[in-house]
């Protein structure tokens, strides 16, 4: 379904070769995250967040804030639960690497939901994947999506 993590430091901090196995949100709450690959790189400052399409690796660095803290939290999404929230609402483009969210104040609420959810083991399975979907509607509402795999026939 999903999984949620979060990362608190207080020093600036490179990875190299960061794997980003699942698509994923990420929202940074206080300082700057940086991300690098193929000669590019997308700057996230304090409430902004960015998609991240899933089998990509990344540098990633970083900054805390003046006050010497960075934090952010993300949500990893099963490709299940990503293929059916396709099946039932339809596809947006798909997020190749790193997008910045045009709108991330808007889909804040719903990003804290889910969050509270998956963090909450006594939530049902369907409720929890409707918080999910809450937070995919929301990319989608803004014309971003996550890549949906369509199934081979090999029968002619």
Known sequence: MGALGGIVQHHTALYRSVAVYEPAV????????????????????????VALAGGQTFDVINIPDSDGLYQAQ????????????????????AVCDAVKLPHPGRMGAAFDYAAAVLADEEVPHNAAEAALCGVLAWLQHDGIGFAVYEGVNLMR
Do not use: H, N, P, S
């Open 74 to 93: 993300w949500i990893a999404f099963e490709q299940e639960t990503v293929e059916r929230f396709a099946a039932q609402y339809g596809t947006a483009q």
């Open 26 to 49: 990420l929202i940074v709450r206080r300082g700057c995250k940086k991300l690098r690959w193929a000669e590019r790189e997308l700057r996230i400052a304090a409430g902004e967040a």
